[in-house]
């Protein structure tokens, strides 16, 4: 089966930096978007960004010039690099991924387990 392995979230202060990754393994093909989303408690899970197959980006407005996301096709790892991180952006953060299995099968969704960001004095 696929699996989403996040690794990367931990305590930071804020103007501090963090680096998640997402490292996806299995049988896969190929993987055309993947993304980072996140939820802190009380509120639902929102958009952080999204990288396509190309490159092509987005991220919330919230985030934009500060979070960049990447990917390594190679390794089926993408990455958001969090910089002058603010204490709304504490929540869980979510790897996902839409992954053709095999030639012949359409894509699926997959999410990693999330990973706890905590941005704080």
């Known amino acids: 089966q696929v699996q989403l392995v996040e690794s990367g979230g931990g305590l930071v202060q804020p103007g501090g930096s963090l680096r998640l990754s997402c490292a996806a393994s299995g049988m896969i093909f190929s993987i055309n978007a993947m993304g980072w989303y996140r939820q802190a408690p009380g509120k639902q899970r929102e958009l952080v960004a999204t990288?396509?197959?190309?490159?092509?980006?987005n991220y919330a407005d919230s985030v934009k010039g500060r979070f960049t996301i990447s990917r390594d096709n190679a390794k089926n790892t993408v990455y958001l690099q969090m910089n002058s991180l603010k204490p709304e952006d504490t929540a869980v953060y979510y790897c996902n991924a839409n992954i053709v299995r095999t030639i012949i099968s359409n894509e699926n969704l997959y999410w990693g387990q999330g990973t706890q960001v905590t941005v704080s004095s």
């Open positions: 990288i396509r197959s190309g490159g092509s980006t």
